[in-house]
Nanobody
């Protein structure tokens, strides 16, 4: 079992930056593939970025490629999402997810553990 807690959300103007954190407890994140998803009002939860536990490889949704960076600190048992050049369409609740598979899945059903989410609002 692993528990996940996101933080770092907030209100930012378009073009600004935020860094989200996902602190894990219960098990070390080095054993899990970690991902960030987001869900805007009335929309499906969508994959944003992921990092594999086995290879350290990363993968991004096309909509955030070049603007967002996912990273992990095994020492701090934390995963981060650095978000730069934010756009109003990035507004959503951002969720951290974990799975014991080494593959970075893009579907919600690929992940067994979820945090409660943190709100990100980007004003134009």
């Amino acid at each position: 079992q692993v528990q996940l807690a996101e933080s770092g959300g907030g209100l930012v103007q378009a073009g600004g930056s935020l860094r989200l954190s996902c602190a894990a407890s219960g098990r070390t994140v080095s054993w899990y593939t970690m991902a960030w998803f987001r869900q805007a009002p009335g929309m499906e939860r969508e994959f944003v970025a992921g990092v594999s536990w086995s290879s350290g490889s990363t993968y991004y949704a096309d909509s955030v490629k070049g603007r967002f960076t996912i990273s992990r600190s095994n020492a701090k048992n934390t995963v981060y999402l650095q978000m730069n050049n934010l756009k109003p369409e990035d507004t959503a609740v951002y969720y951290c997810a974990a799975d014991s598979s080494s593959r970075i899945g893009e579907r919600r059903s690929d992940y067994d553990y979820w945090g409660q989410g943190t709100q990100v609002t980007v004003s134009s």
